[in-house]
């Protein structure tokens, strides 16, 4: 049973990092090279799509993880499993106080509406995505080696 949950939430917290490494580093960069005003609407639709996912998946994955550190408990790796969890909270943290306040507007934007100010809260926007990739990325990559 224990194997059965590590596949599953290596499986889970991968494809959320996949998706979230994907974001940082291939559709943003292909949005912002779009002509005219096609970043923004492509950028307010994402934000509007993942934005209802994301949620559902990041507390998904902390509760796998904790459920692995729970039922591997006497089991080796099982320090690596709570430290991926930590890691995942952090994330979680960050997302609400940094990320979606921003994401929340940007949702909304359209041409027509954009406030003076809106590449510098993108900017800051990816900022903090940069940071949060690197911050689950180390949790995927501990909970990989708590299988070893």
Excluded: C
Aim: charged share 10%; net charge positive; no cysteine.
């Amino acid at each position: 049973m224990l194997n059965a949950l590590e596949v599953l939430t290596i499986v889970v917290v991968g494809l959320m990092v996949g998706v979230e490494f994907s974001v940082a580093f291939v559709i943003n960069p292909i949005l912002n090279a779009l002509p005219g005003d096609s970043a923004v609407r492509g950028r307010a639709h994402g934000a509007r799509m993942l934005g209802a996912v994301m949620p559902f998946w990041y507390i998904g994955s902390l509760a796998l993880v904790a459920a692995w550190a729970v039922a591997g408990r006497h089991h080796h790796g099982t320090g690596l499993v709570v430290i991926a969890a930590a890691l995942l909270i952090l994330s979680v943290i960050m997302s609400l106080l940094l990320l979606v306040p921003i994401n929340n507007r940007g949702r909304t934007w359209t041409p027509d509406n954009l406030p003076e100010d809106w590449k510098e809260q993108m900017n800051r926007w990816n900022l903090f995505h940069y940071v949060r990739v690197a911050v689950i990325v180390a949790a995927f990559a501990l909970l990989a080696a708590a299988l070893a």
